[in-house]
């Protein structure tokens, strides 16, 4: 055997082979060895008796920003923020100012990553009606996580809310797309329903029907093309119970908000805090997306859809007040204490937030504790207890609508490629990310 890297010794690792406690060395970035390592040294050598090994944590959704919002956030917050979190690798998102939608945009924002990030990274391509016909070349760009599609409008300037846009963008892409999936044009029609300064009312104008609408037509795009598609942050029950139909073609995620918070007491406790697209719903869509969602399998990913705003911009009375929140370092220690609190196992969280998304993106290396992988990993305590606080969150923002809970379950270590990032809420190798590499989009070595 080579000479080791790092060992992470006494751990309870968390990979296809359940639960056990062994040892993990790493060597040139990868895996090396499982097993008993005793009698073996490393330069960096980890205690890990106590803890929880989990494949390295990924949050395939978050909006970091940058460029032209950097007042909200930036790449260095915004991935310092993950990894204090636990999460190894994320997707960026495109609506960016100018949007992520040329070659030129994508490479500038992996030069500007470039010794600042501090996990792995990739960045979607926004989807537009003027670039619809490249979006097959794009989406094979170095760097590049996919296609991102939003045809209702949200933050930012991107949108495709017709048919015909929708039949161009899902006809251009070959790798799996991401669709921010609600209906346009009955969005536009109940904007009248908004209550100034009533943040209830926020789930009223972008109700379950626009979402419903708007994913039935993207699964007949797809199935139209025979192409796939990867619905983002799923809120109601009737979107679930419809894409537990649509699986031949349908991948789902859902949000660490969507699975703890339910309107309208959130809205009335956090107000426009509280606000973002699609939605927070109700008690029962909360209710199906745990039971339907998680429990029978139809989730693939669970993301955050990290996107911050000002607190004073927040602050605005509903409905001036922008939608986002952060979310990216708080993932790890909310679903945890989800599993505590006997809601999934330890291996469903794997299976949602590593597993899922290398399954689901075609991610090369990453997503499994085994041989030859990247030497991603999340150490957890799963017996901490700790308050989720305002003060102690990385982004920019500086606020989180976990603040005050109770966390059972908390992030002790990030490594990546064999580097330990963080220990004990500190970054210790700072600026070391990279650009995540996909399977349909390998490159000659």
Known sequence: MNALDLIVRGGTIVNHAGEGIADIGAAGGKIAVIGDLSRFSADIDIDARGLHVLPGV???????????????????????????GG????????????????????????RRAKGRAHVDHAFYIGATRENADQLG????????????????????????????????????????????????????????LAREGDWTSHPEVRDDEAALLAVQRLVRAARKWGKRV??????????MEFLATAKDVATVETLPQFLTFAGPQIYERLNGFAQMNPPIRYAQDLATLWSVGVFQGVVDIIATDHAPHTREEKAQPYPKSPSGMP??????????????????????????????????????????????????LTLVDMKARRLIRAEDQATRCGWTPFDGFEAKGWPIATIIRGRLVMSEGEIVTPGAGEPIRFLETMQPQ
């Open 137 to 192: 070349e794009l989406e094979r760009l170095p760097g590049c996580a996919g296609v991102k599609t939003f045809m209702g409008s949200s933050t930012g300037t991107l949108l495709v809310g017709d048919d015909d846009g929708l039949d161009r963008v899902v006809k251009n892409i070959s790798r799996r797309g991401a669709f921010h999936a609600e209906d346009e044009a009955r969005l536009n029609a109940r904007k009248t």
């Open 58 to 84: 990924i949050d395939t959704q978050v909006h970091f920003r940058e460029p032209g919002n950097e007042h909200k956030e930036d790449l260095e917050t915004g991935t310092r923020a993950a990894a204090l």
């Open 87 to 110: 999460v190894t690798a994320v997707f960026e998102m495109p609506n960016t100012a100018p949007p992520t939608t040329t070659a030129e945009a994508l490479n500038d924002k992996l």
């Open 327 to 376: 979310g990216v370092q708080t993932l790890v220690p909310v679903m945890l204490t989800h599993v505590n609190e006997g809601r999934l196992s330890l291996q469903r969280f794997v299976d949602l937030s590593s597993a899922g998304p290398q399954r689901v993106f075609g991610i090369e290396g990453k997503g499994r504790i085994a041989l030859g992988y990247d030497a991603d």
């Open 230 to 239: 990867h619905v983002l942050h799923v809120s109601s029950a009737v979107e």
